[in-house]
């Protein structure tokens, strides 16, 4: 009986990272997730990312504590208003005060410190180059060397144990198709949270995040399972 | 007048931090200092690292929190012996046990995130190749496409606002050459803080970090301020 291969599973509790954990399950993993408290505003995000690893079969969930948050620079973690009711073309100019300074980065970095103690190389990440095109760290470049720095910068790399590798399944993918995979395989969007400005547990249905997934279920033609606001909603 | 350049710098409090600080300090940087809480046994070395900070004038000091520590695998953070009395050809061969995985990776990392806040593009870390033969991330490869990936990883890096530096000023030096430069720069290295393995305040002497320590002191000719355990010390 052959063990099943070990993954490292980055996983925020939002559409695009249930989504990849459910490609690394259909794909043979044992996975193990990661979510980080980073003093972002909503541990709404994190529950979500526990219903998320429950009912998709996640080997271990393990969230870990850092507080990114003490510097600042990000309408995520600092208190710089959340930009609401943007289009696509908004979105897409430049790098929204949304973007949290190095943050896949470290939390690449953080995986592969776990990823080298369970004596795993596959590292997953749902990063998308079509939604967040202004974000620096979701761009094929930054995956690739990511992945170089990891062969580089590991026991396991240096002695020619295995060869490490960055998963980013969702990269070119538009938000419709990624909710589309994610029906086919089994993924119920009704556990994950999108919104980052959420009004208690119901999301804006005006931020980025909102507007993109929003448009996502229109897109693809599925029922839009998030409970919006009424008060906001436009 | 002049705005002095901002550089992140990665303390310790360890002997080959607080040397790199000096050297970030002479070279007339204004230093942002950075130390993390992952769970290490010794809070001795961050009360070091604060008294360094000070000492150096360094322009701020921070403490980030991170649970490295939980995933285990290291005898710096786990519950494994930390050797000791080891000759410089037995630590040369492999990988010790204290090292602990993708630590530099992540130290960086976040080092990085908080540079882009600051709009500083260098940051300092005291690796050293010589050493630290045995940790694949204190080599001048790793050094490298670290800096290659934070110029793609950062909105600063992509817009072309500058190129992020990692200077590694003690990379080939031996501790001895190390400090022999501290002590131009005037480091008071008995507020440095360097064993694995300390017996309340004093240095247990026969570590690895405590061997390289005494001989570095001993081959530079520099009388050695750090208080031994008497009953530890061989």
Avoid at 76 to 88: G, N, Q, S, Y
Avoid at 178 to 203: F, K, M
Wanted: with cysteine; net charge negative; glycine share 10%.
């Amino acid at each position: 009986m052959s063990q099943a291969r070990r993954a490292v599973v980055l996983l925020s509790g939002g559409l695009d990272s249930a989504t990849t954990l459910a490609i690394a399950r259909s794909l043979g993993y044992e996975t193990y997730c990661l979510s980080f408290d980073y003093g972002q505003r909503q541990s709404i995000e994190l529950e979500a990312a526990s219903r998320v690893a429950g009912a998709l079969g996640a080997h271990e969930h393990r969230v870990a504590h850092m507080d990114l948050g003490a510097f600042g620079g990000s309408a995520l973690t600092a208190d710089i208003a959340v930009p609401k009711d943007r289009d696509p073309t908004e979105m897409a100019r430049g790098i929204p005060v949304t973007y949290v300074p190095a943050r896949n980065t470290v939390f690449l970095a953080y995986a592969l410190g776990w990823a080298e103690v369970l004596g795993a190389f596959d590292l997953f990440i749902g990063v998308n180059a079509v939604d967040y095109s202004g974000y620096p760290d979701c761009r094929p470049e930054f995956i690739a060397a990511f992945e170089r720095l990891a062969d580089l910068a590991t026991r396991a790399g240096v002695q020619g144990l295995g060869r490490f590798r960055v998963h980013a399944p969702l990269l070119t993918l538009s938000k419709a198709d990624i909710i589309r995979r994610g029906v086919e395989l089994g993924v119920d969007y009704a556990l994950t949270h999108s919104c980052y400005d959420p009004q208690g547990a119901l999301a804006c249905g005006r931020c980025d995040a909102c507007r993109l997934r929003r448009d996502g279920f229109r897109v693809a033609g599925v029922a839009d399972p998030t409970q919006y606001s009424p008060t906001e909603a436009p």
